[in-house]
């Protein structure tokens, strides 16, 4: 795919194909391979790369197209210091024009200059009405300074906002898939503490419950096990069922 133009009038049917082609993905790992290929192809850079939002942990590396990508995000998230950080804790893009001249950044930009990626630009994913929810960010990476143009971040952001809806939907999927199947371990476990020891399904729920709060052991996980292996621990029937 040649470089688009934002004025050129096929660009909007370009990104409804890559629109229905985030749909169509799988789950959260397909849509961020997906996003970061599009990328490749569509915009002056020649490697990209997606770190993940992740709750009360540092960004996760989720797609990277060459491992120069994954040597410039572990500068950034081992020591929470760079563009890409910035991006995401601001909510905003950066553009490093060059970075054997930038001085934002002087040891990682040093650093990343001696991977030989001269050009920077994260622009992060943003989801909500008020656009102030960054599920990540895009980096894209290009070996030659000032390499991005104004066509480029025009270009990026919009891959930006689909890939931040693509990325909330798959996850939100994701979340609702493991929550269904939960469901379904917690209820097998519950027929067979049931059969086992003549209960009804809220003194099998107790049983799973307490077990899984006094072993500090997930209520799905509680659930396998008993599945998995047709018991658990004595005493936990014991004082459960008994």
């Known amino acids: 795919m040649p470089p688009l133009d934002p004025a050129a009038a096929d660009i909007a049917e370009t990104f409804a194909r890559l629109a229905l082609e985030l749909h169509d993905a799988d789950g959260v790992e397909e849509t961020i391979d997906a996003v970061v ?10 490697y990209a790369g997606v770190a993940l939002n ?11 197209t ?10 950034q998230l081992n020591s929470s210091i ?7 804790r ?16 002087p040891e990682w930009a040093a650093k990343v200059a001696g991977l030989g990626v001269r ?7 943003l989801t909500g009405n008020d656009m102030t929810r960054a599920v990540g960010v895009l980096g894209l990476y290009s070996p030659f300074p000032d390499a991005f143009s104004e066509d480029d971040e025009a270009i990026a952001h919009i891959l930006a906002r689909h890939a931040a809806v693509a990325v909330a939907s798959a996850r939100h999927d994701e979340t609702m898939t493991s929550a269904v199947d939960a469901r379904k371990l917690v209820g097998q476990a519950m027929g067979i503490l049931m059969e086992r020891f003549d ?3 809220d003194r099998a729920f107790a049983i799973l419950r307490r077990y899984s709060q006094d072993n500090n052991v997930k209520l799905r996980d509680v659930a396998q096990q ?3 292996t047709r018991k658990l621990p004595q005493h936990s029937y014991g004082s459960s069922a008994g």
């Open 199 to 201: 209960v009804d399904s």
């Open 90 to 105: 601001e909510r905003r893009t950066v553009l490093i024009r060059d970075t054997g001249a930038d001085d934002r950044w």
């Open 82 to 88: 760079g563009p890409l950080v910035t991006s995401l």
């Open 66 to 75: 060459d491992p120069v990508v994954a040597d410039v995000y572990d500068l």
């Open 119 to 125: 050009s920077v630009l994260d622009v992060p994913l």
């Open 37 to 46: 290929q599009f990328a490749l192809q569509a915009l002056s850079c020649s």
């Open 226 to 228: 008993l599945i998995d």
């Open 54 to 64: 992740t709750r009360g942990a540092k960004p996760q590396v989720a797609a990277v």
